[in-house]
């Protein structure tokens, strides 16, 4: 009831954030526009999330025969954890990665890319589906879908007024303010939308670790992957949808330099040393 009650807050406050996008940017008229946006954003997000995440990460279904070694881990898992068995996606990327979605766990998804298969010895790739069952245990993966969606209508808007503040830069000469206004909300939409995904990433990261440490039995399977995933991603970010970027298990964008102030997964190095001490 909980969860049901915290989507339903998330979806009220990215309506209305939403909504004061489009008017700032978007002028007469804006607000509406984005309202409109924000109701089929959350019809859809809420009832096809699952079919969402997967068109944004160009994911498509992994056969028992194609991967084994996965299908026998979720089988297991999903038994300790009481949960029907979710449907299994590959997305064709070497940089090894996954992420859960659906709007509850009979109509959840778990994808893997090419690269985690491949790279991860069977510990650790037990590890990580672990840490994407306990999203779907936790029933934070609605969530997790719908801020990808809706953070990116708000970069989409952001893109919008940035065009009608260049082509229709003449007709709000006499207005040096709204333009300031303008401009300003230009640069916090997508911040927000950041801001957000941070929000909500962050804090299921860790339950999901400590969930799936629980369901796994072994704490140091995910530990050792997460180590893995972040050297290799370190070097090689993945080219996907940056709005939804924190559904994957690490972050898949390059996260060096000023851009990791704005990741939104907490420190590898701390949910590492976090898992170590549950062995402990």
């Known amino acids: 009831m909980f969860n049901h009650i915290k989507t339903m807050i998330l979806m009220v406050i990215l309506t209305v954030i939403l909504m004061i996008a489009g008017e700032l940017l978007l ?3 804006g607000m509406l526009i984005a309202f409109g946006i924000a109701l089929v954003i959350n019809f859809f997000a809420y009832w096809y999330s699952d079919k969402v995440a997967i068109t944004m990460t160009r994911s498509h279904p992994l056969k028992e025969g194609e991967a084994p070694q996965v299908y026998d881990a979720v089988k297991r898992l999903v038994q300790n954890s009481n949960l029907p068995m979710p449907r299994i996606y590959l997305m064709p990327t070497d940089q090894p990665n996954a992420f859960a979605a659906g709007r509850n766990p009979a109509n959840s998804v778990v994808a893997v890319t090419q690269g985690l ?9 037990e590890g990580v589906l ?5 999203h779907i245990r936790n ?5 997790s879908t719908m801020a990808a969606v809706i953070a990116g209508a708000l970069m989409l808007i952001s893109r919008f007024g940035m065009y009608g503040m260049i082509f229709g830069g003449r007709r709000e000469g006499g207005h040096p303010v709204m333009l300031l206004v303008k401009l300003a909300a230009m640069i916090l939409a997508p911040l927000a939308a950041i801001l ?5 990433s962050r804090t299921r990261e860790y339950q999901a670790d400590a969930t799936g440490a629980m369901i796994s039995g072994n704490p140091e399977g995910l530990a050792s992957a997460l180590q893995k995933m972040e050297s290799y991603a370190r070097n090689r970010p993945l080219q996907v949808n940056e709005a939804a970027s924190h559904m994957f298990i690490i972050n898949p964008l390059s996260a060096r330099g000023i851009s990791g102030l704005f990741s939104t997964h907490p420190p590898i190095r701390e949910r590492v ?5 549950m062995n402990r």
Do not use: F, P, W, Y
Not at 117 to 125: I, K, T
């Open 273 to 277: 040393k976090k898992l170590r001490s």
């Open 27 to 29: 002028g007469d008229g």
């Open 139 to 143: 029933r934070d993966i609605l969530v």
């Open 130 to 134: 672990a840490h994407e069952i306990a």
């Open 117 to 125: 298969v491949r790279m991860l010895n069977q510990q650790e790739l």
């Open 196 to 200: 957000i995904r941070m929000a909500i």
